[in-house]
């Protein structure tokens, strides 16, 4: 407890100090991390493999190549983003300055998940850092290696005081969450989310929550089938599953279920060869918990392709299920894994009416050539965010706001809204002390000829 | 779960899609609009009965202020409707990538009592104009207020989408035990207790919330200034509705010198207000209750009294009161006093004063007075608030274009204008892409390969001037 009192007490001290306000700081901080990316690119897809079992060219695209992109942003926009905005004038305020200024919140605590465990940090810092604030940074302790090589490069290349970070597992993070921040981010599942948003409460600290979901797919009868699962099969098992926007089951109608499951069949083989165990491309479940975990789900479903697995190095095939019940166990919560259910319904009303029987998603997909039905399956439904025909490329979309609704999350991220999330947009209105003539309007004795005016 | 009834009705109604179209909010707004023109009196009447509201003051925040909000919105509603569109990148170029503004579905506004019908039609403009389906709780301090908009909102207002629920502490928090889609909570003095247990119901559910809540808002005034314009514009600000005011100027600070030369203007313009007797000026205002005037009333002894200090239990009527010399161990700074008290607490300079705010919570507003701008702008860069007013009193909040809301304890979200229909809706990220020139595509799918990887990253520029491009 004290330890966590001292490292959040030294950066609000650091914070206090100012130092961090300047531009020239922030930028200085900013590239000193685009430094770091690129000096030890090499640790970086070291510890990522180790957790995670990826190869180096899937984690460099999935993790460092979007950190430099955003760094970049940053560093390019923050004068822009970081200025005073002027604002439309009323009659009265005519020769006044009127402007919203945008203001550091003080010390931010980003929790970071393991799934893609460098970015999920290092995307909120940079916009906490280009904001102006104190960062204390609490990586995931289950991807451990990426977490420890977290804590050893940052304090290389960063302002020691103002970015500290501390790792540990349950324990450690409730500890942290006892102390006052000015804005949390999280990423991570509903369950904490909860935890983190009442342990917010008690400081009125504001938060960013980013969750998950069962991501649904809706695969229209009109569409290209062959396109549309190829895009589904690299979305659906990339990083093994074990990603917050992954689709998570697919509707269809039951004629082309099958044509699905063929397609899904030619694409892994495409992408994976005969043998996926031996793919350099496919990676593991991060662990033993999380392994059996997915292979409960599978109980007593139709496996339609895949399903083996092996516990010693946590393995589990690219899993297809046909004919999937609403009621099974892995239609329950979020799969998080390498298994696709596929569930059948008769038309687009159908699939409208089960998705928004549930919680709203993360993420909605829809593949069709007919733009009508994109159109209603987005306008009658709710989710974080949509990509149609295709998956995940909303969010990476840097002027799109990423973020969840209802039980996948509040708040969003990503570019110009990671600066807006870790600001404090304040009203500024600088009068003259002049022209009192003005006020006497409003001033009392009131008369009825005041109010007539 | 005595509200899970209305909830459910509500929900099913918003289910049913029914406050999507345009057509249905405008038509909504617009009688909110009526109401406004035709219960005019009433309002007037309800809060002058409920806390003896001056007509000047209830005309110009509950119907004129209510009204350019309205006006504002309903101008502006198709345009804050509307899909925003966005830069692409490289790869997204032939592709539609868009921000939906969507409702939230079923939200719950809870308003105060200081200005009863504004703090409650505001954010429920916002609400409707977002397309949502609202469950107002007014507040049960004000009687009169509360049943006239329990009474008058089911006549305009479609009642199968929106709500008026009275209740007291216990049942409000029975409500808040409900699913709610985002609750939007202002309260009054010692808000920041009621707004963690606002915000601790609200985890329950995962439920998004704004809360405006309050502080002691720092008034400072510097040695070189004109004493008179700056006496009349605090006075105005501390007066106004008695003090309840949550952006009222709570305290002044200034040094010793300034406090000799504030106090006769200050007696000037209160006479100038109020008249020599203000138990007498219909333009002065009373206290919401009993319990909150002995509150404000015990707060009167700290530092001297230098103006005013008289009191009637009867009519809950304090008189314009400036307190001289006090310190800040003293009883008026050891709460928002929410009541027309100014307590001048005296400061060596200009950064003693600046200490003294940052030693303290944020507050909701903070207000600086200076001939000079470069203190008014020091005050503003050295210290955090909600709000910042150079030379003047509450005025900042009057403008539809600037946010209105709290930082720390004094709260959190922000609203007005199109920052409440902002307030209200889901900013979807949307990207419709084209299901053709996959070839494009095969970068990103495996099996990895160095050319792959190579070819990747060569597309993958990192512009520094300009949009810097993924994938």
């Not at chain 1, 970015?119 to 940074?137: E, F, K, R």
């Not at chain 1, 969840?404 to 600001?423: I, L, R």
């Not at chain 2, 003047?392 to 004094?410: A, C, E, I, R, W």
Request: hydrophobic content about 40%.
């Amino acid at each position: 407890m004290e330890r966590m009192q001292q490292v959040v007490g030294r950066a609000r001290a650091a914070f206090n100090s100012g130092r961090c306000r300047s531009l020239e700081f922030r930028m200085q901080q900013l590239k000193a991390l685009e430094r770091m990316v690129q000096e030890k690119e090499k640790e970086i897809l070291a510890a990522i493999k180790a957790d995670l079992h990826k190869c180096g060219h899937n984690a460099y695209s999935h993790e460092i190549l979007g950190v430099l992109g955003e760094l970049a942003l940053a560093m390019d926009k923050l004068p822009s983003w970081a200025a005073p905005q002027p604002v439309k004038r009323n009659l009265l305020t005519m020769r006044d300055e009127v402007y919203i200024c945008s203001e550091p919140l003080g010390v931010v605590l980003i929790i970071g998940a393991w799934n893609y465990p460098f970015v999920l940090v290092m995307q909120p810092l940079i916009g906490a850092i280009a904001a102006g604030n104190a960062v204390v940074v609490k990586p995931s302790e289950i991807s451990e290696n990426t977490a420890q090589l977290v804590a050893d490069l940052l304090p290389q290349y960063l302002d020691r005081e103002l970015y500290p970070v501390v790792t540990g597992g349950v324990p450690e993070t409730t500890q942290l969450l006892t102390q006052r921040f000015d804005h949390i981010l999280y990423t991570g599942n509903s369950t904490v989310g909860k935890i983190v948003m009442a342990a917010a409460a008690k400081h009125l600290t504001p938060v960013t929550l980013e969750l998950g979901g069962k991501s649904p797919c809706y695969i229209d009868k009109d569409c290209d089938l062959a396109v549309a699962c190829r895009r589904i099969t690299w979305g659906k098992y990339m990083n093994c599953g074990q990603t917050c926007i992954a689709p998570d089951y697919i509707l269809c109608d039951p004629s082309i279920q099958g044509k699905v499951v063929e397609n899904i069949k030619a694409t892994l083989q495409e992408f994976y060869g005969e043998d996926v165990k031996s793919s350099p491309d496919y990676e593991r479940i991060i662990n033993k918990r999380h392994f059996k975990r997915i292979l409960g789900l599978l109980e007593g479903q139709k496996i339609a392709h895949g399903g083996q697995t092996d516990e010693a190095s946590c393995f589990i095939a690219p899993t297809i299920l046909t004919d999937v019940s609403p009621e099974s166990k892995v239609m329950e919560e979020e799969i998080f894994g390498p298994v696709l259910p596929i569930l059948t319904v008769k038309s687009v009303d159908e699939a409208i009416e089960f998705i928004n029987r549930r919680e709203k998603p993360l993420a909605l997909y829809v593949f069709s050539n007919n733009k009508q039905l994109i159109r209603r399956v987005i306008s009658e439904t709710s989710s974080g965010g949509v990509t149609a025909n295709d998956v995940f490329m909303h969010a990476l979309v840097p002027d799109l706001p990423f973020g969840g609704v209802g039980n996948s999350g509040m708040g969003a991220y990503h570019g110009k809204h990671s600066f807006e999330t870790f600001s404090h947009h304040r009203a500024c209105l600088i009068k003259d002390l002049k022209m009192e003539v003005v006020n006497k309007l409003r001033y009392p004795p009131g008369s009825q000829k005041k109010v007539d005016w | 779960n005595p509200y899970a009834g209305l909830v459910s009705h509500l929900r099913a109604a918003w289910l049913s899609g029914k406050t999507r179209p345009m057509e249905y909010r405008v038509a909504q707004l617009e009688a909110l609009g009526r109401f406004l023109d035709e219960k005019k009196q009433d309002i007037l009447e309800a809060t002058a009965s409920d806390m003896g509201k001056p007509s000047f003051e209830a005309y110009f925040t509950e119907i004129l202020l209510c009204k350019n909000e309205l006006n504002n919105t309903l101008n502006n509603l198709s345009h804050w409707m509307k899909d925003e569109h966005v830069d692409k990148n490289l790869v997204t170029q032939l592709d539609s990538a868009f921000i939906r503004k969507d409702p939230y579905g079923v939200v719950l506004i809870i308003a105060p009592w200081n200005y009863p019908i504004h703090l409650l039609l505001v954010p429920l403009i916002g609400a409707i104009a977002a397309g949502n389906c609202v469950v107002v709780k007014p507040s049960e301090t004000t009687r009169n207020t509360e049943r006239l908009v329990a009474e008058m909102l089911s006549c305009y207002l479609d009642n199968d989408c929106f709500a008026v629920v009275t209740a007291g502490v216990q049942e409000t928090t029975r409500l808040l035990e409900n699913k709610f889609d985002y609750i939007f909570f202002t309260g009054t003095s010692r808000s920041p207790s009621v707004g963690k247990i606002i915000m601790t119901a609200a985890a329950k559910h995962l439920t998004p919330v704004t809360l405006e809540l309050g502080g002691k808002n720092p008034c400072y005034v510097s040695d070189t200034c004109d004493v008179q314009n700056v006496a009349r514009r605090v006075a105005w600000g501390r007066f106004f509705n008695a003090g309840q005011t949550c952006i009222a100027p709570d305290y002044v600070l200034c040094s010793v010198e300034m406090q000799e030369k504030l106090m006769p203007a200050l007696r000037e313009a209160i006479t100038e207000f109020f008249g020599s007797n203000p138990r007498e000026s219909p333009d002065f205002g009373r206290i919401v209750g009993d319990k909150q005037f002995r509150r404000i009333r015990s707060l009167l002894c700290s530092g001297r009294v230098a103006i005013g200090g008289q009191t009637d239990e009867k009519e809950r009527y304090i008189a314009p009161t400036v307190l001289a010399d006090v310190l800040p161990s003293d009883p008026a700074m050891q709460e928002e006093i929410f009541g027309p008290i100014l307590p001048i607490v005296v400061v060596a300079n200009m950064d003693e004063a600046i200490d003294f705010i940052n030693a303290r919570p944020r507050p909701l507003a903070i207000y600086a007075f200076s001939c000079d701008s470069k203190v008014v702008n020091q005050v503003l860069e050295r210290t955090s608030s909600g709000g910042f007013c150079g030379n003047d009193t509450l005025m900042h909040v009057t403008l539809t274009s600037l946010p209105f809301g709290g930082t720390g304890n004094s709260g959190l979200g922000k609203y007005h204008g199109k920052f409440t229909f902002d307030t209200f809706t889901h900013h979807r990220g949307c990207l419709h892409r084209n299901m053709g020139l996959e070839a494009l595509n095969a970068l990103r799918y495996p099996p990895y390969t160095q050319q792959k990887l190579g070819l990747l990253t060569a597309t993958f520029e990192i512009k520094r001037k300009g949009m810097c491009t993924l994938l």
